[in-house]
């Protein structure tokens, strides 16, 4: 009888890691086509790392180890300023990347806290295993070389807006381009990440809902 | 004898056209190597430009067709804001690649002007032959990927840098950092891509110019 709760268990946990490697191999094969052999690799190379919120991954003066791929749940990648204040450079949710890139290419000691908002199911990937990888299946290469120009169009866009609209654009474009997610993290972040203060984001909400309260009554 | 002043001109060219796309074989070197095959399919599917100061290779509007590979002189990335004023996204000197990356990428028309503040060389490849090539040579494909992860790297960075520096702290790294290339460009164009007002610049040069006036008397 426990030899069948043991086998219950492995295939549980079988399934379970299954699942969570094919949510990469799936996102992989949107860029391009994995054969068998390719994706055993590709599986092979990779690890499991599960978070509960508010744990760390990487921490301030730490060298950044791996690249993670957000399976489940939400990261947050974020520096502490001169002012002791937190700023979110990045946010990691379901099928994104996110690293301290600099640290991962230099091995130089990271200014970055990487840090679970939610319990989250990563999938990680080390810095020589990687590079292994790379070499040995050019398809992957060529994944990440296409994932990396459409992360540095994305950056240098949101360079342009920080340069070019107001607080209240920013936050609204954001909204229209994230409406989910904006729900699932608390509004500090949010507001830390556009490079404002929390009393500016909670006027403009209250703006924002003020005016759609009076929308309905005028309905009404 | 016009035949031998037609020859010396097609040797003159063969020769400047050999240098110019050499400099690009050379980057590519420092991070892949590329046997003598592989750097003939990457000559034949690149195009030597040759632009004049002032000069544009790309307007706003337009859609971005091509990644360009600066082989002398220098380029800048600019968009014009809300309030008309320009403002500088990159600069581009020897051995920089500088495109929209979002325009080229999606076929979108860009938000961006490309145009020479020297007169410069450049090395163009267009999308369709960029992606080709890409697939052909796996080593070209390795040496973008490599350039991009450094450029994201490199553009977190500045972000980070533009939350956590005051305007004076960002000026005195860039001219530590790129100290020739500072002495290259107007200073209204170091300022807009700064983000800061080119009186303000004025007035940090010019602490910096009477502070070393009032070390020179001293040591005096």
């Known amino acids: 009888m426990p030899y069948y709760f043991c086998y219950k268990i492995a295939l549980y946990l079988i399934r379970h890691i299954y699942k969570m490697k094919n949510s990469l191999i799936a996102h992989i094969n949107k860029f391009v086509k994995l054969d068998e052999q390719e994706t055993e690799l590709v599986c092979e190379s990779v690890n499991l790392v599960t978070v509960k919120k508010k744990q760390f991954i990487l921490k301030a003066d730490e060298v950044c180890r791996a690249n993670y791929f957000v399976s489940k749940g939400c990261m947050r990648l974020y520096f502490i300023n001169g002012n002791g204040q937190e700023q979110i450079m990045q946010f990691g949710i379901e099928n994104w990347w996110i690293t301290d890139y600099w640290s991962w290419g230099t091995g130089q000691p990271s200014n970055y806290y990487l840090q679970a908002i939610e319990d989250a199911e990563l999938i990680s990937i080390n810095k020589k295993t990687y590079e292994e990888l790379l070499l040995e299946v050019p398809k992957v290469e060529r994944y990440f070389r296409i994932i990396l120009q459409k992360v540095h169009a994305a950056t240098m866009r949101r360079i342009e807006y920080s340069r070019d609209q107001s607080d209240e654009e920013r936050y609204r474009q954001f909204v229209a381009l994230f409406p989910g997610f904006v729900q699932r993290i608390p509004q500090y972040m949010l507001a830390s990440y556009l490079g404002f203060t929390p009393q500016f984001l909670s006027k403009i909400r209250g703006k924002r809902e ?11």
Request: proline residues 0%.
């Open 210 to 220: 003020s005016g759609a309260k009076s929308q309905e009554s005028r309905k009404k």
